[in-house]
């Protein structure tokens, strides 16, 4: 059975925050990818990404994705990354996807700019700018439905979330 829902959307998009408030609502179990990859590497993204490289972390994310993918049946929040290649778009395309959309200046007050986060090296800011940039038709073409978390508390976005689940399975 797959997962009742998979987050997708950009650092700062809430969704850890607002996986866990929807999977408490669900009664269903919450799984973050990013920690999965922990787990199985043994140390945080930041230091893959230092001491092996971003290549190996996505090959790893990919591997990751596709077996939650697989395996988990609750709520499942994907890295913001994930959605950049195309075979776990491709697996994608079978489960509902919820592109939790932020507006930049909400995702740079959520993500702090000074935690760690590798891709934000640099000037964060910028660097945050281009990847929302880059990455947004990509989550707008992967996602069934779009919900904005900009100005919103994470419950609010949960119950829009489980709202349009439960509509969209008395469509099915």
Excluded: C, W
């Amino acid at each position: 059975m797959p997962p009742v829902v998979v987050l997708i959307g950009p650092p700062g998009a809430g969704k850890s925050t607002v996986g866990r408030a929807l999977a408490s609502r669900l009664a269903v179990s919450f799984e973050d990818t990013d920690d999965v990859i922990e787990q199985r590497a043994g140390k945080r993204i930041a230091e893959i990404f230092l001491t092996d490289g971003e290549a190996a972390f996505r090959q790893l994310e990919k591997a990751v994705v596709a077996d939650r993918l697989a395996a988990h049946t609750g709520v499942l929040a994907l890295g913001g990354g994930a959605i950049l290649d195309d075979d776990t778009r491709a697996l994608l395309a079978d489960h509902t996807v919820i592109y939790l959309e932020v507006e930049f200046s909400e995702a740079v007050r959520r993500v702090g700019l000074n935690r760690d986060r590798p891709l934000l090296l640099g000037n964060p800011r910028a660097q945050l700018r281009a990847l929302m940039d880059a990455r947004r038709p990509l989550y707008e073409q992967t996602a069934t439905h779009t919900v904005g978390t900009t100005g919103r508390t994470p419950d609010e976005v949960a119950d829009e979330i489980a709202a349009l689940i439960t509509v969209r399975e008395e469509n099915r």
